[in-house]
Every structure is written in structure tokens, then in C-alpha cells.
């Protein structure tokens, strides 16, 4: 990909809100290969930072990589260094055995190739993946400033790109941890607003409570995790990492994170809840058939009960396994077809009973008069839920979730804005009304928009007054440019498009800095 010395003015089609005034800052991967060596998973490519600046109704565009060590390294030696997702780095050929029986001691190299997400810590911005590296970056000129290791501070192994942002600047988040004699468990942190001093608020991070593993060699894959007023919640899915495989697959020639992962057949699904505030876990033991999960979607409470919306995929195979670029490049009747054995979508609301008694095993413990989602006591003392169905279309998924998060993260809400799949192609947005089950979209042929992101309105008070930004490519053989799309929240029409002369690839998160 070219690289842009200076943001390039965007083409408006249509007018910009006066009141839009900006950055919208996007991750993804931006270079599928190094000299003549590959990368084979949609989750290696080396990390590519967007931003769409606004300002009094024109728009630009800039990017440019970030600077981690798994990039520089693979720029300076022309191959791939540093292991990824679902591409391993071979020695170099010039090395013989000894040496490689010598970094092999002297530990593991994770990458830190942040090409996921982006999110503020205190007046700081960080870029980020899954691992316990987080990147920091100037929003501004998008210049690397420097790499974190979460574990200088905190006992995790690594973090979601997904935390939880509190209105006064806490961050809190989830992450694997295992401990002496390879005890395992899920850490939730939580990372200070920015003192008064202006010190580094990572400096003063904390694990504020621990939740158990369901096995002891085998974290499951955690993406996202939901957060109440009081409560945190997490989903414990049937798709696990194996520690021992994963501990010496760097001895092993040619293997990569891809090849740690396996299904456990048998434990479906388990729910976790704890307090916030004292905080403290929550035993009851909340079960549910196997799904994969990524995006939690928002969570709320009411009325004695915890209301979980989530973006899940049936059964436990890894629907990872389904986003090798080979797969992804293959012909559309190709793509088509491997979806067809993939793990379904479909997004669902769980209800949490709060005040669980033994004595009313059997019956169904929910009681909210809006939802047909079910709990129910067996006679071993868990609870077996069932959820309602928000929105199921046959391969067609609502993924990518986003909501109006400054004003209903953690509240009873209506709205979900997402990026609409067809057999794993983002071909449109979709806004869901989680009451009513309404569905609004915006599509057009050859259009590959990315996560829709929520801008309120300034003002308002209706809680889909405001914009979605996205960003759309059309890679046609005519090679049309990729756009910034300002649709209206409320009903997903057009309000204006920047157009930029260059090709943008893939974007999977991002925010906007007002």
C-alpha cells in the first residue's frame, strides 16, 4: 500500500454536519506481506492506522502503520520475524540450530502488532491487539510514541481490545491470567482516570477481582465482556486455548496462535458474574449451550435481573477457522460454501436471574414481562438459560456491534447499530431495535462498509439522534475510491460521503475523538 506523506483532502458528496467536528480513527491490517513471505490469517496483517479528520465541513485522510517491533523488524529483515495470529515466523535461514535453541530459552516473543482497536487511557491513546502489548500513539499526527507492557503492572497475559470506558475516564478490562503451578483465571483491571499529578494512570492499574477457569490447562477465548451499573459479566465460551500447545508451539517449527486453539465438546457455555463495588464474584453457576462469541453488544440491569445482549455464533467450532485469506479469496461460491459449515449467527438476549432460591428448581425464574428469554434451576444448582432471539437470518450476521455508548453503555437501552455479514462479506449496516425487533439498512452493490460508529448529536436527547460513520470500499476492477458514509442514525439514509483517491483496506475497530 502507498504510503501518504500528508492527509489528502476527501471529495464531499453531500453536506457535513456543521457540529461534526473531529477524527474518526480506524485499526486494521495493512500489509499482507514481507518481501516475498506472506501472511496468512485476516488477523496478521501488520497494523494500519486511518483517520478521517473533520472540520467545518471538509474532510481528510491520512494513515500510516504503526511503528511495533513485529513491524520494524519485518521491514528491516524483509520477512516475517515475529509470529502472528495464523502465520509463523521461521528462523532465519542463515541461523543454524544452535542459535534457535537459544531464543527458544530465552522465552517467548508475543506479538504486539496492534491492529485492532484504538481507545483513550486517561488523556493517552493506545492502540491495541490480544496480548499483553499496547502501543501508544499521538491521535493527532498518528506518530508511534511507545510500546506498554501490561505485564510490568499487572498479572494478565494479555487484554481485550474491548474495554469498558466509564464517563470519568476509568477503564476497565478482562484478560487471561495463569499463576503458580498453572492455576488459571480471568482477571478484570482496572485502570484509573488520570490522576491529578498527570501521572500515568497504567502505573497505578489493578486486578480488581478474579473469575475462575472451567479447566485448568485451557483459558477460553476471550474478545469482549459485558459491564452493568454493578455488575461485570463475562461469557465463558466452549472455545479454548491449549496452554501446553501454546507453551511449546514456539519450539516447534512452523506453528501459530491458530494452531493453539481447540473445541471443548461438552461444556457448553457458562455465564460469570461479580460485583463492581465491593467486588466480588458471584457463585451462581449460569449455564447455556456451546456458542462462540465475540462482541458483547450491551448489558443492563432491571428489576432484580441482568440483561445480556450478544452477538454470538452457535455450536464450538472456531469461527476463526474461517477467515484464512485463502478462504476469504477464494471465488464467492467458494466463500459461500465454507459459511455453510461454519457455526451459525445470531444475536441473542440472556436474562440473569439475581435472587436464586434451591427451592424453585423447575420453573422459570425470569418475570420482566418484555422478554421470552428463560432461566431455570436443575436439581444440581445451576441455571440453565435459554435466550430470546433478537435477529437470526440464515448466514446473515449482525456483528460489529455499536450503541450510543456514552449515554446507554449499562443501561437499559434501544438501540444496536451493526455491520451486516453475508457469509462473512460486510456487505451492509443495520440498526436494531432490541424492543421491537425492528431492523433498518443501508447497502449498495459492490460496498464494504466497516463498524458503524454512534455520533450523538450535541444536545440532543433522543437516543438515536445523532450520526453512523463507516468506512467503504469498493474494491471493483474500476478500482472506485473507498469513502467516509455519514448516515442519520434514525433511519440509516444517506447524509453525506467523503471520497478519497486511494485504496483503504479493511478496517476492524476505531473510535471517534471529538
Not at 542463515?94 to 534457535?100: L, V
Not at 490447562?217 to 474478545?223: D, G, I, L, N
Not at 451462581?284 to 455464533?313: M, P
Request: proline content about 7%; hydrophobic content about 35%; some cysteine.
Amino acid at each position: 500500500l502507498s504510503k501518504l506523506n500528508e492527509p489528502i483532502p476527501a471529495v464531499i458528496v453531500g453536506v457535513i454536519p456543521e457540529w461534526l467536528s473531529g477524527s474518526l480513527l480506524r485499526l486494521g491490517p495493512g500489509l499482507f506481506e514481507v518481501g516475498a513471505e506472506p501472511f496468512y490469517h485476516l488477523f496478521d496483517g501488520q497494523a494500519l492506522m486511518h483517520k478521517f479528520d473533520l472540520k467545518n465541513g471538509h474532510v481528510t485522510y491520512y494513515r500510516k502503520f504503526v511503528k511495533t517491533d513485529a513491524y520494524v523488524r519485518a521491514m528491516t529483515e524483509k520477512r516475517v520475524v515475529i509470529t502472528e495470529f495464523g502465520t509463523a515466523a521461521y528462523p532465519d535461514p542463515c541461523k543454524n540450530i544452535f542459535s534457535r535453541f537459544f531464543t527458544y530459552f530465552k522465552g517467548i516473543e508475543v506479538t504486539d502488532n496492534c491492529l485492532v482497536n484504538v481507545y483513550p487511557v486517561g488523556e493517552d491513546f493506545y492502540a491495541c491487539t490480544e496480548t499483553n502489548y499496547i502501543t501508544k500513539v499521538d491521535p493527532d499526527t498518528l506518530e508511534t510514541l511507545k510500546r506498554v507492557d501490561l505485564c510490568d503492572y499487572l498479572s494478565v497475559n494479555g487484554v481485550t481490545a474491548h474495554p469498558h470506558i466509564e464517563s470519568d475516564g476509568t477503564v476497565y478490562n478482562i484478560g487471561n491470567c495463569f499463576g503458580k503451578n498453572m492455576s488459571l483465571a480471568y482477571n478484570i483491571v482496572k485502570i484509573p482516570p488520570t490522576p491529578k499529578d498527570k501521572s500515568d494512570p497504567i502505573a497505578k492499574s489493578k486486578v480488581l477481582v478474579q473469575l475462575p477457569s472451567s479447566e485448568r490447562f485451557k483459558p477460553s477465548y476471550v474478545h469482549s465482556f459485558g459491564m452493568t451499573e454493578n455488575y461485570f459479566v463475562f461469557v465463558e465460551t466452549p472455545v479454548k486455548i491449549n496452554l501446553l500447545k501454546f507453551l511449546t508451539a514456539w519450539s516447534i517449527w512452523g506453528t501459530n496462535y491458530m494452531d493453539c486453539f481447540e473445541s471443548n465438546e461438552t461444556m457448553g457455555t457458562w455465564f460469570h458474574l461479580a460485583t463492581k463495588d465491593p467486588a466480588e464474584y458471584i457463585e451462581h453457576k449460569f449455564r447455556t449451550s456451546a456458542f462462540n462469541l465475540f462482541h458483547h453488544i450491551n448489558s443492563y440491569e432491571d428489576d432484580g435481573f441482568i440483561v445480556v445482549d450478544l452477538c454470538t455464533w452457535k455450536g464450538h467450532e472456531f469461527v476463526y477457522n474461517y477467515l484464512y485469506l485463502a478462504n476469504l479469496r477464494e471465488n464467492w461460491e467458494e466463500v459461500k460454501k465454507a459459511a455453510m459449515r461454519a457455526p451459525q449467527p445470531e444475536v441473542r438476549r440472556y436474562v440473569l436471574p439475581m435472587d436464586v432460591h434451591k427451592e424453585e428448581q423447575g420453573k422459570n425464574l425470569i418475570s420482566l414481562p418484555y422478554t421470552t428469554a428463560t432461566a431455570v434451576m436443575r436439581s444440581d444448582g445451576t441455571i440453565w438459560l435459554e435466550p430470546e432471539v433478537l435477529f437470526s437470518g440464515p448466514r446473515q450476521a449482525f456483528e460489529f456491534p455499536q450503541i450510543n455508548y456514552s449515554k446507554f453503555s449499562g443501561k437499559n437501552y434501544s438501540y444496536a447499530y451493526g455491520l451486516g455479514l453475508n457469509h462473512f462479506i460486510p456487505d451492509r449496516i443495520c440498526k436494531l431495535n432490541v424492543k421491537t425487533k425492528d431492523t433498518w439498512v443501508w447497502q449498495e452493490p459492490d460496498s464494504y462498509p466497516s463498524e458503524p460508529i454512534f455520533v450523538q448529536t450535541p444536545g440532543s436527547v433522543e437516543e438515536d439522534d445523532g450520526v453512523l460513520l463507516s468506512i467503504v470500499v469498493n474494491p471493483g476492477a474500476d478500482q472506485r475510491p473507498g469513502y467516509l458514509l455519514i448516515l442519520n442514525a434514525r433511519d440509516l439514509t444517506e447524509i453525506a460521503r467523503a471520497e478519497v483517491e486511494v485504496i483503504i483496506p479493511v478496517t476492524f475497530h476505531g473510535m471517534y475523538k471529538p
